[in-house]
């Protein structure tokens, strides 16, 4: 059986862990592998061969940086094929699904090739008399990266060129349930170039997530994945003082307004709300429809979920694949039944759906609620699994006060042929991705990605202009070269500055 073990100072480590973890095949049920789980010193190890390396990798040339990031660039593109079907393997999206993860992450891959023009400074000529202030940006050292399963590829891919091109060295720990793309991606950069130790893999569980917030030579961290841990995270990470950026969960809305096109609402609804199995930081959970489309928009999006082939993401035609784990296929089967006893319709029941794959995978089919109300669970929570709920308002104003009285701000959209209706709904909205007749709105890389409330806990958002920020620290430096006609001493003020 397949073990998959750290990757440390630029190769596969060599010890031997005491605690180790399956790895299943979502789409068959069955254990395919193993994963070592670090303990505190095997993170230690990994800090160290990190801290080792940034001494040197901190002066590498901004032109020896970039060519690190376009030979990965190169690398990545090449072998995408088989990133994508890691991801499939172990997460169990389907494979466009998986392919389409590994584009959107090589777009960030290429942010950071542009590493050069990213970190100038600037520069002010005789700010005083013969005096001369500029800044530099100086990476911050040992940094971590902890990201979720949902995006095993893409989301390690945000955050961790950006470290490395800005002269970091990282220590990245990936979720113990999909832990081979991240080692993939290690063995891919070792063959771009990078020196050993500047990218480090640890796997593990809370030990490890811990042992990194700890750790006095983690500089900062950032991380993806629910809000109570991503909450945790940041304040166990800024109570030992380190730069902490922590993305958490999400409740993201679509409102759809009565002058909408209801077919494009209805196939946004339908593929925002269960591409990936809902499996998503960025999936529609609730459809807000105001009045009087909700009849209408409703039949329409059963027409599509009907028509939707779930099963193995490796087989061909397969649009939705299972759930990552059995607990986590339960943890979102609970919410169907709380749903039903809340009161909500059960319009599309996905335990009835059929599926083109092994009996003993992780499946839910694509699961409708109608006049769900903001006080049940499967409004309230994030359920992160397919299952999508409509909420009947009667206007505009109406659907604006459910989006900004939930607790998350992570991405709305609105479906209208309004141009007003749509610019005051970017103005008045408490989130911090919109979209437009847009379902999903995650940025491009050169724009960055984040939410407002308890969907971001931090300052500053991943990839992007801000995500270069986050991982460098400004210095100013006042400079002053005195020519051969100074005129020596003079304990006063400067007279003429």
């Known amino acids: 059986m397949n073990t998959i073990t750290h990757w440390i100072g630029g190769k596969p480590w060599q010890g031997g862990s005491a ?18 789980f670090a303990d505190q010193s095997t993170v230690d190890e990994a800090v160290v061969a990190a801290r080792e390396a940034f001494t040197s990798w901190r002066d590498a040339s901004l032109a020896q940086r970039s060519n690190v990031m376009f030979a990965f660039r190169e690398l990545l593109n090449a072998r995408k094929g088989d990133l994508a079907a890691i991801v499939t393997a172990e997460h169990g999206k389907v494979l466009s699904d998986a392919a389409g993860e590994v584009q959107r992450a090589l777009e960030a891959v290429e942010f950071a090739c542009g590493i050069p023009h990213l970190l100038k400074g600037g520069f002010s000529e005789n700010a005083s008399t013969r005096v001369d202030v500029y800044s530099i940006q100086q990476p911050l050292g040992v940094v971590g990266v902890i990201s979720p399963f949902n995006f095993p590829a893409m989301v390690p891919l945000w955050f961790v060129p950006n470290a490395i091109a800005c002269g970091n060295a990282v220590v990245l720990k990936p979720s113990e ?13 070792a063959e771009a170039g990078l020196p050993d130790g500047v990218l480090n ?8 997530v811990d042992r990194l917030l700890e750790h006095p030579d983690v500089k900062a961290v950032s991380f993806v994945g629910s809000t109570p841990i991503a909450r945790y995270v940041y304040e166990t990470g800024t109570r030992h003082g380190k730069r902490v950026q922590a993305l958490g969960g999400a409740k993201n809305h679509m409102v759809v307004l009565p002058d909408a096109d209801l077919d494009l609402a209805a196939d946004a609804a339908v593929s925002a709300g269960f591409g990936s199995a809902g499996e998503r930081c960025m999936a529609i959970s609730v459809v807000v429809a105001v009045d009087p489309v909700g009849d209408e928009l409703v039949s329409k999006i059963v027409d599509r979920i009907r028509g939707l082939h779930v099963g193995d993401g490796r087989r061909p ?35 009835q759906h059929a599926i083109d794959g092994a009996a003993e995978g992780f499946w839910l089919g694509p699961t409708l609620f109608d006049h769900v109300g903001t006080d049940m669970a499967i409004y309230r929570d994030e359920i992160f699994g397919p299952v999508l709920s409509v909420l009947r308002v009667a206007t505009y104003d109406d659907a604006l006060d459910v989006v900004n009285a939930n607790p998350y701000g992570n991405g709305t959209a609105i479906f209208t042929n309004d141009g007003g209706a749509a610019r005051r709904f970017q103005n008045e909205v408490e989130v911090g991705m919109v979209g437009v007749n847009v379902p999903i709105p995650v940025p491009v890389a050169y724009y960055s990605f984040g939410g407002w409330k308890d969907s971001l806990f931090g300052d500053s958002h991943a990839y992007g202009p801000e995500g270069v920020h986050f991982f460098t620290r400004t210095k100013v430096v006042t400079g002053r070269w005195l020519d051969p006609s100074h005129g020596g001493v003079n304990l006063g003020f400067p007279q003429n500055t």
């Open 19 to 36: 605690r180790s973890g399956d790895v299943y095949d979502p789409a068959t049920g069955q254990v395919a592998g193993r994963v070592d």
């Open 201 to 208: 893999v640890v796997h593990g569980d809370k030990v490890a």
């Open 177 to 189: 349930k999909d832990p081979s793309a991240a080692n993939f991606i290690a063995e891919l950069f």
């Open 317 to 351: 035609g397969c649009e939705m694949g299972p759930l990552v784990t059995g607990a986590h296929r339960d943890r979102v089967l609970s919410y169907v039944d709380s749903g039903q006893v809340e009161g909500a319709s059960l319009v599309v029941d996905g335990r």
